[in-house]
């Protein structure tokens, strides 16, 4: 893992109206690193993930992404990172091939590129029965897989996945882990939120929000250590009853 930043932000900050959602957040995230950003419902992740991803401007603070300041390049940031949501990922009226075909045209491909990679990641991912399927008719697991490997398709510097692999069965999940593993090795950092503490685990470090701000960030093994904790799931339990937001 190198000493690059891909992610860094200083007193990131969103207000609605009187309300803090986002509470003067700092943090950094190396290349190649898998980092877990936890906390419970209503703490503020997907709020601090749109101004991450160039979606929403802050209302105070500064930082980059992918080497473009959040502030004033959220075009060229969103070009320049993947997305993937349990919500929303894949278009599920198109055929497999044809979400592989919009996706690498959004991400700036051209047709030879799109045309290379597309055998490939069919391939690779033993889909290429699949190709002609309409999305909506693939298992959930399998639709997660193919979502995750379109949004790396055009090779980021960086990956979002929010809840990636919500009502994923646990084998399916391992899986997609490994997919998550193998991003990494190739030098794309992963930025993943999860409800499953077991998946906070495999995370190089972790932060946990706590009521719009990062009240803990470390390796998931110095956490447990700092918190006197066996597991992930207890760590985060201790600090999410600090919260004083209604869920």
């Known amino acids: 893992m190198s000493n690059n930043d891909v992610i860094k932000v200083s007193g990131l900050t969103k207000k609605f109206g009187h309300f803090t959602a986002v509470d ?47 502030l004033r390049e959220n075009e060229k940031i969103k070009r320049n990172i993947g997305y993937m949501s349990q919500k929303f990922s894949l278009y599920e009226d198109l055929r497999v091939w044809e979400n592989i075909r919009l996706f690498g045209g959004i991400y700036g491909l051209n047709d030879k590129q799109i045309a290379d ?23 959930l697991g399998w639709k997660q897989k193919l979502a995750f ?12 996945l929010d809840e990636p692999t919500g009502g994923v069965d646990p084998a399916m999940r391992r899986q997609f882990w490994e997919m998550i593993y193998e991003a990494a090795d190739q030098g794309i950092t992963v930025f993943v939120t999860t409800h499953y503490m077991d998946e906070a685990e495999y995370c190089n470090r972790v932060s946990i929000m706590v009521d719009g701000r990062i009240d803990a960030l470390d390796s998931p093994s110095a956490l447990k250590q700092q918190y006197d904790a066996v597991n992930m799931d207890q760590v985060f339990r201790k600090l999410a009853r600090k919260s004083t937001r209604a869920e």
């Open 117 to 139: 990679k597309t055998e490939e990641l069919l391939t690779r991912l033993k889909f290429e029965d699949q190709r002609n399927a309409m999305v909506r008719s693939l298992p």
């Open 24 to 70: 003067h957040i700092s943090f950094d995230v190396k290349e190649g690193e898998i980092f877990g950003f936890l906390g419970a419902n209503g703490a503020g992740k997907t709020t601090a993930i749109q101004m991450l991803c160039g979606i929403s401007k802050p209302t105070a603070g500064k930082g980059t992404v992918a080497g473009y300041d959040i």
């Open 149 to 160: 490997s379109v949004a790396i398709f055009h090779t980021p510097k960086i990956v979002f």
